[in-house]
């Protein structure tokens, strides 16, 4: 089991900035895939960006320009910085860890992000 502890939500003016990150207890082996995925109150969870453990990057159309994702593969960490936001960027924040296979897929707690003046 990996544990995924995430850190860095909270209230933010529109076009601020927050960085979100996320630690696991350990290691998934061979090509894995860390990333944020969002909510907001009745959507459906969405992928914001993800980055492989070879440093590829993904990123959902509406973030692009706007946030930047990136891994430590030694620590295990991986942060999303968060710029210029804008209040439809209002979520819960989920950290997502797998491996690119998806038989191991593990999930975070979830952190708010809420964007309002």
């Known amino acids: 089991q990996v544990q995924l502890v995430e850190s860095g939500g909270g209230l933010v003016q529109p076009g601020g900035s927050l960085r979100l990150c996320c630690a696991a207890?350990?290691?998934?082996?061979?090509?894995?895939?860390m990333g944020w995925y969002r909510q907001a109150p009745g959507k459906q969870r969405e992928l914001v960006a993800d980055?492989?453990?070879?440093?590829?990057?993904n990123y959902a159309d509406s973030v692009k320009g706007r946030f930047s994702i990136s891994r430590d593969n030694v620590k295990i960490t991986m942060c999303l910085q968060m710029n210029n936001l804008r209040p439809e960027d209002t979520a819960v924040y989920y950290c997502?860890?797998?491996?690119?296979?998806?038989?191991?897929?593990?999930w975070g707690q979830g952190t708010q992000v809420t964007v309002s003046s």
């Open positions: 207890s350990r290691s998934i082996f061979g090509i894995s895939v």
């Open positions: 997502n860890y797998r491996a690119a296979n998806n038989i191991i897929n593990y």
């Open positions: 980055i492989t453990n070879g440093g590829s990057t």
